[in-house]
């Protein structure tokens, strides 16, 4: 076993220890700026909103997805030496990358008030029920709580096993302390899945006490992890994170 699938063994998670090809970075993040405006612009009226049948699954799916006009620009990351070995040694060379998706975290101030005041106290802000509906082919969102990935990819949604699903993250522009980079609990893939909002608190230790829905609690390192373009890392469906 390799060095790298020790590490998401035994911690829940790896950083990779190269950035990605800087100019293929730039070259993706600048047409990604020319194909969609970002800012307040996005979001619906209070009204439209109130109009919708519903406000669930207002988010990418396979063929509704930004990134599929981009298959060319992005085969350098899922053909990328060190990613490609990894994932082939954790999962086998039959691995499927079952979907894609560009993130956008939402400052501030594009949120219109309402949507402020809908939002406040909600522990996992996706604000695509809010985005105008041409523009859900991305995930926006506006802080999210400590969560795993396996919830989006449940038993009956896929005919795959969501225990053997990785996430693979790259950042496709400088991501500072402030730009909602991301937060990883440590070790925490050991208590395999459990429910959301999960059982947090913090000890005078600055280690998270974590405990599953049976009780059992583990103590989890907190890892920021801002970075430069290229900056990529990959986690278990079950490694807790947020931003």
């Excluded at 079952?98 to 005041?117: D, F, N, Q, T, Y």
């Excluded at 600055?206 to 907190?222: F, M, Q, R, T």
């Amino acid at each position: 076993m390799t060095d790298a699938a020790k590490e998401i063994f035994n911690n829940g998670f790896y950083v990779f220890k190269e950035l990605l090809n800087k100019e293929s970075i730039d070259n993706v993040y600048k047409k990604i700026r020319e194909k969609r405006k970002f800012g307040s612009s996005l979001f619906q009226t209070e009204e439209e909103y109130n109009l919708e049948r519903t406000h669930l699954k207002h988010n990418p799916s396979k063929t509704f997805n930004f990134l599929n006009q981009f298959n060319d620009d992005l085969k350098f990351i899922e053909e990328n030496k060190a990613i490609k070995s990894l994932i082939t040694e954790l999962l086998g060379e039959d691995y499927e990358v079952v979907i894609r998706k560009a993130i956008c975290g939402v400052p501030a101030s594009w949120l219109p008030e309402w949507v402020k005041s809908k939002i406040e106290g909600v522990n996992a802000a996706n604000l695509g029920p809010y985005i105008k509906e041409e523009f859900r082919d991305i995930t926006y969102f506006r802080g999210l709580d400590y969560h795993q990935d396996i919830i989006d990819w449940p038993k009956g949604k896929t005919n795959l096993d969501p225990s053997t699903f990785f996430v693979l993250y790259v950042y496709i522009h400088e991501v500072g302390i402030s730009d909602s980079p991301l937060h990883v609990l440590k070790n925490s893939h050991k208590l395999g899945a459990t429910l959301f909002p999960h059982k947090l608190e913090k000890n005078k230790n600055d280690l998270w006490i974590y405990e599953d829905d049976k009780g059992e609690k583990i103590e989890c390192k907190e890892y920021v992890l801002p970075n430069k373009p290229g900056y990529a890392a990959m986690w278990h469906n079950c490694t807790l994170h947020g931003t």
